[in-house]
Every structure is written in structure tokens, then in C-alpha cells.
């Protein structure tokens, strides 16, 4: 006779087809199967999820943006001008302003300084997936690019990305100047959330956010075959 973890196992799985069958007697064949993919990729994604919560450790992360929307052939100019002028506008929302034309470019800016306990530490920033072209910018010094912001090409990414700070563009002791230009051509998506971090705050974000994106995605793709094959 199987005993202690056989045993278990068996118990877990006759209870699963139980209830498996009972499901599929009181719904329809779709809708049992829509609940089942979601509940495997639920599952899938909840099993990778880190067991202890690590120790909170500080991140810069902006709340709130000065905008700024003019036209592609003026990007440059518009890095050089007050972000608190006339021009600029405050920005705290997630969508972009409607009615936008395919050739103009929004800049955002925002303003940071280092906290004390990541200033000896190496700095790094997180990216998160991205519908359109942009650039990142720290003190006027371009430290991420995600296509071309001239370029008639779209291209967005759906995994997160983490890029290393050098010390060299920031101001340890003084406030550093953050630049988000991106051309969404009417994509209402707002500034990607991101935030600047040490090593592994950033590193076991950036993990955990391509493990999520990558395995609901390959999950329900694999789902949806494999179930309404059935």
C-alpha cells in the first residue's frame, strides 16, 4: 500500500477529476474551458511567485510628469526648454490627452534626487513593455532607446528590460533632470513606469515582470490550442 506523499498525491488528483467532472456537468463546453485556462495560468503564474518578500530597500520612482507635446522636428529644441514653462503642462494621469497626431512627440519631464542609501551603490532602471518609439534621458544623457522616434516604424516590446545608470550622468548630491520623449502615434498609453533602483530590487523586478508577461502569454496561446482541440 502507497503511503505518505504517493498516498497524498493520489488523494489530490482523484479529488481534481471530482471536481473536474462536476464543472463540466454544469456549465457549457466553452465556458468550462475558458474557467480552466484561466485557472491554470493563474496557477502557473502565482507557483513562480517569490515565497519571502524581500527587505523594502528605496527606488526612484517618478509620481508626477511636466508634459510637454509638440511636433517630431522639434524634439531637440524642446529638450533645452523650462519643463516649468508655458509650454509645459503638469501630468498625473495614465492616458494621454485624445486627439493627438501621428507626428507629434510628447516629452515628459521630472525631477530626483538620489537618496543616501543608493548613492555608493550601482544604479540601475527598470523598463516595462512599451507600446512606442521612445527615448530615456538622465541629465540630458540618452541611457535608453526603444526604436526611433523619426522613423515611420512602430515598435513596442512586451517583456520588461533593465539597463545599468553610469555614475558619470548623475548628480550624486543635487537634483537630476528625467526625460521621457516618445512618439505614440495616437496610442493613448501614458509614460512607462519606471523606476531606478539598486541591483537586485531592479534585477528581481525585471525578472519577475518578463516571467509573468512570457508565461501568461505562451500559457494561453498553448491553452486555447490544446483545450479547444478537445
Keep these: 500500500m502507497p503511503t505518505g506523499k504517493p498516498i497524498k498525491l493520489i488523494r489530490q488528483l482523484s479529488t481534481s477529476i471530482i471536481i473536474f467532472r462536476y464543472m463540466k456537468t ?6 468550462f474551458r475558458v474557467i ?10 502565482l507557483a513562480g511567485f ?12 517618478p509620481t508626477e510628469y511636466q508634459m ?3 511636433r517630431i522636428s522639434d524634439r531637440r529644441e524642446i529638450l533645452d526648454m523650462d ?11 495614465r492616458q494621454l490627452p485624445a486627439g493627438l497626431e501621428k507626428n507629434q512627440v510628447i516629452t515628459f519631464v521630472a525631477f530626483f534626487n538620489v537618496p543616501d542609501e543608493l548613492r555608493k551603490k550601482p544604479l540601475l532602471m527598470f523598463v516595462p513593455e512599451l507600446q512606442y518609439s521612445a527615448e530615456i534621458r538622465i541629465n540630458s544623457h540618452l541611457v535608453y532607446a526603444n526604436g526611433i ?20 550622468v548623475l548628480n550624486s548630491g543635487k537634483q537630476n533632470r528625467l526625460t521621457i520623449q516618445m ?7 501614458g509614460p512607462p513606469a519606471i523606476f531606478l533602483g539598486d541591483y537586485q530590487t531592479v534585477s528581481t523586478r525585471n525578472a519577475w515582470y ?11 496561446s498553448f491553452l486555447s490550442f490544446f483545450l479547444f482541440m478537445m
Excluded at 454544469?26 to 465556458?31: D, F, H, P, T, Y
Excluded at 480552466?36 to 503564474?45: C, E, K
Design 26 to 31: 454544469v456549465v457549457s463546453n466553452a465556458a
Design 36 to 45: 480552466l485556462a484561466l485557472a491554470v495560468s493563474v496557477s502557473s503564474v
Design 50 to 61: 517569490p515565497a519571502a518578500a524581500q527587505a523594502r530597500v528605496p527606488v526612484i520612482q
Design 68 to 70: 510637454h507635446i509638440g
Design 83 to 93: 519643463p516649468y514653462g508655458d509650454e509645459f503642462v503638469r501630468f498625473t494621469g
Design 149 to 168: 522616434l523619426d522613423s515611420d516604424a512602430v515598435l513596442d516590446k512586451q517583456m520588461g528590460e533593465r539597463e545599468f545608470i553610469s555614475p558619470g
Design 183 to 189: 512618439v505614440p502615434r495616437r496610442v493613448r498609453i
Design 210 to 220: 518578463t516571467f509573468v508577461h512570457s508565461k501568461t502569454f505562451y500559457g494561453f
